[in-house]
């Protein structure tokens, strides 16, 4: 099939997930309740992105608060009750973060129970989106290692301790997210392109790596007023990263300043290609979704073309965010017709 759909991984909460306390009694009473209402979410999520014609489906990120204290949450010598400021990507924006204070070992498995939940109710290609070991290591303090490479590379290797569950569990693909891979370009190159490739290391299926320009949160978007009329990042770890074992780059192309001829950079990989804004309230055509498609073709082999979501969509509305989606799937099959 030409052109399949993904999303970048995360969808909103419903509105009972969002706020249980004031939405749903049963939280209140039930220690089961939460469980079984992110089991709900994320079959709701799958059949969200079944119907509007998503080929390669997530679990849409339901039972995580955020993409990469999820993957914290479950491993040890990680202090989520005594949180520090720090300043994530260069400065671009302060948050409160847990702190490494020991060791880091898995506690057990991470993301079992969504991954075991979605494959179970779908049978299309599931993808599976995991933290990159710069991006982890961008949001967390150090207390303990005094080396961030050191804990980078220890991250690394947890995360494909859960990958390599992850395959046994039924994913199709792996996905490691690196908004980092945009702010630290020399230290890519350095450490960061071999950091990632510990965490793939030894899985067969499809590995895939996230480098976009962030959520359509405030100070991202503000940071992206900064970066000029040409988003030329990629060009400066685009080259490193053909020569990764990793197979797929997923990047933001639609209302983007990034110059699609890079994408030729990407030498023999498959490119998810962001074809729907996370930035905006917007809801794009088909027609849009089309065309982003047909100028990605004009520097990627069609057959190596995923249509995606720009970034993650959890912090849009709800019916916005169902919205673009619809759009995803339909402008995908436009292309397909029109292109194929």
Known sequence: MLFPTTIAGSLPKPEWLAEPNTLWAPWKSSGDALACAKRDATMLAVKLQEDAGVDIVTEGEQSRQHFVHGFLEKIEGIDFAHKVEMGIRKDRYKAMVPQVVAPLRLKGRVHADEARIARAHTTRKLKFTLPGPMTIIDTIADQYYGDRVKMAFVFAELLNEEATALQSDGVDVIQFDE??????????????????????????????????????????????????????????????????????????????????????????????????????????????????????????????????????????????????????????????????
């Open 179 to 340: 908004p980092a891979f945009n702010v630290y370009m020399d230290e890519v190159n350095d450490w960061g392109i071999r950091a990632l490739e510990r965490a793939a290391e030894g899985l067969s299926c499809a590995t895939a790596v996230h480098i976009c320009y962030g959520y359509g949160i405030k100070a991202n978007t503000d940071w992206k007023q900064t970066l000029g009329a040409e988003w030329r990042q990629y060009e400066e770890i685009f080259p490193a990263i053909a020569k990764s074992p990793i197979q797929q780059v997923a990047i933001e192309c639609r209302n983007s300043h990034v110059p699609l001829e890079l994408l030729g950079l990407l030498t023999g990989k498959v490119v998810q290609a962001g074809v729907i804004d996370v930035a905006s309230d917007t809801v794009e055509t088909a027609e849009d979704v089309a065309k982003v498609i047909d100028d990605v073709s004009k520097f990627v082999p069609k057959s190596n073309i995923v249509a995606t979501t720009n970034c993650g969509m959890a912090p849009m509305h709800r019916d916005i965010a169902e919205a673009k989606l619809m759009a995803l799937g339909a402008g995908a099959k436009l292309a397909r017709q029109r292109f194929g």
